[in-house]
T-cell receptor, first 114, second 113 residues
Framework: GESVGLHLPTLSVQEGDNSIINCAYS??????FIWYKQESGKGPQFIID?????DKRQGQRVTVLLNKTVKHLSLQIAATQPGDSAVYFC?????????????FGKGTKLSVKP | ETGVTQTPRHLVMGMTNKKSLKCEQH?????MYWYKQSAKKPLELMFV???????ENNSVPSRFSPECPNSSHLFLHLHTLQPEDSALYLC????????????FGSGTRLTVV
């Protein structure tokens, strides 16, 4: 039979606009959340993290928002640039876990139009 | 470079071959991981090593055999693979309880023919 690839949600934005990438996580006991960026041909790269005692955290041009009530995580990228084009993954886990195992989402592909 | 180095970057092997993937981390982390990333599924955890002991084997077929000789090195030995094993194999390391997420290597793109 025909093989089917993993169809990632895609977000297309204009250069200079703000991007918002969303993620629904599964485990209400998770207390640690991370966003990763994966460019073509590379491994995932850490962007920003947040612990469950916070609902917002800001980095350089990025902001992560956490809504524990609805188990929702979002990544906001300000003034999106062509270099931001990549697949973005959210991950959830247990901050104090002995192995630190993370559960990864399927990813969202961000495409930035010049 | 992220501090986690994987070799080779690309590997093509036949179904009867035996090969090994290597991962080295220079970060002083105490946990290392193998993940599989394919076109059909999101990141799949394969093995976890904490303080050089395997603490998790996520129902991975025996044709994949990990080895962690010390806290800085991790290997994945491959034998009699199937075409569906073709994927990007990612190694990651982590210092438990410190945050900052995993640090990933760039992966080995494996093609089984």
């Amino acid at each position: 039979g025909e093989s089917v690839g993993l169809h990632l949600p895609t977000l297309s934005v204009q250069e200079g606009d703000n991007s918002i990438i969303n993620c629904a996580y599964s485990n209400s006991a998770s207390d640690y959340f991370i966003w990763y960026k994966q460019e073509s041909g590379k491994g995932p790269q850490f962007i920003i993290d947040i612990r469950s005692n916070m609902d917002k955290r800001q980095g350089q041009r990025v902001t992560v928002l956490l809504n524990k009530t609805v188990k929702h995580l979002s990544l906001q990228i300000a003034a999106t640039q062509p270099g931001d084009s990549a697949v973005y993954f959210c991950a959830e886990g247990d901050y104090g876990g002995s192995q630190g195992n993370l559960i990864f989402g399927k990813g969202t592909k961000l495409s930035v139009k010049p | 470079e992220t501090g986690v180095t994987q070799t080779p970057r690309h590997l093509v092997m036949g179904m009867t071959n035996k090969k090994s993937l290597k991962c080295e981390q220079h970060l002083g982390h105490n946990a290392m991981y193998w993940y599989k990333q394919s076109a059909k599924k999101p990141l799949e955890l394969m093995f976890v090593y904490s303080l050089e002991e395997r603490v998790e084997n996520n129902s991975v077929p025996s044709r994949f055999s990990p080895e962690c000789p010390n806290s800085s090195h991790l290997f994945l030995h491959l034998h009699t693979l199937q075409p569906e094993d073709s994927a990007l194999y990612l190694c990651a390391s982590y210092q438990t309880g410190t945050g900052g997420g995993y640090t990933f290597g760039s992966g080995t793109r494996l093609t089984v023919v």
